[in-house]
């Protein structure tokens, strides 16, 4: 089963692609600016690239925590980075009323991992009739996104994308699993590695999460190794510095390299695919 976005292939046999941007809107000028950086860089390694941010992180650790500018202003300046660089967006929603809304701007719309098992968000953004990205619960098999899927499926829209970030493994710590991949792949819809969540310690600084981002680049070759379709990757020009998720964020400076030899083993695990 294949999703396609601005005429491009998504699927487990194609060319990876890459979802990338700030982990969530710091402003107009910053999320332009990353989003053309961010193009340049794909474009020139012949990458399909989505550019994600969030208009609002609902889930976050402390009451103090930076949360977005909203649904209006976000969904305004991501209409603008597709006006004036024609990019594919997407962005998390979270209440069943963001859905519809979101859909009139974005591309895809993505749920968050929390959120996962909430069947009438999953409804909503199925009968928006665009691609709706479901990344698996911390707290969840791989088997059972099989019927956060099927409630999508329900409405008619097959149009589903399935993202691995990572399960829960004792306080404050996740681990990658990548035979979660390979089951995900068997249920047919392609298959995402979000591979900065991955690393993030939920909680792990106290009112704020910590993550390990030097883990990043070893995990997404691992993931591309069980044959999926793209890569989720939050980039900052500043991790240390970002308002949201900075631990495990991965520099804009450091995402170059890094694409080019994902896009080499990504060549090669589908090639020799048996």
Known sequence: MAVSIQNHTLSNDSPFFLI??????????????????????????????????????????????????????????????????????????????????AAQVVDMIQIPAFLCRQTDLLLEAGKTGIPVNIKKGQFLAPWDMTHAAAKVASTGNEKILLTERGASFGYNNLITDIRSLVVLRQMGYPVVFDATHSVQQPGGLGGRSGGNREYVFPLAKAALTAGIAGLFMEVHPDPDKGLSDGPNMVSLRDLPAMLDFFKKLDTLVKEESL
């Open 20 to 101: 990338a941007g700030p982990c969530v809107i710091e402003g107009e000028k910053m999320v332009l600016d990353i989003a053309e950086d961010l193009q340049k860089i794909c474009r020139d390694r012949g990458i399909f690239f989505i550019f994600k941010a969030s208009f609002d992180k609902a889930n976050r650790s402390s009451i103090e925590s930076y949360r977005g500018p909203g649904l209006e202003e976000g969904l305004r300046i991501l209409q603008k980075v597709k006006d004036e660089l024609g990019l594919p967006v997407v962005t998390d929603i979270h209440t069943e009323e963001q859905a519809k809304a």
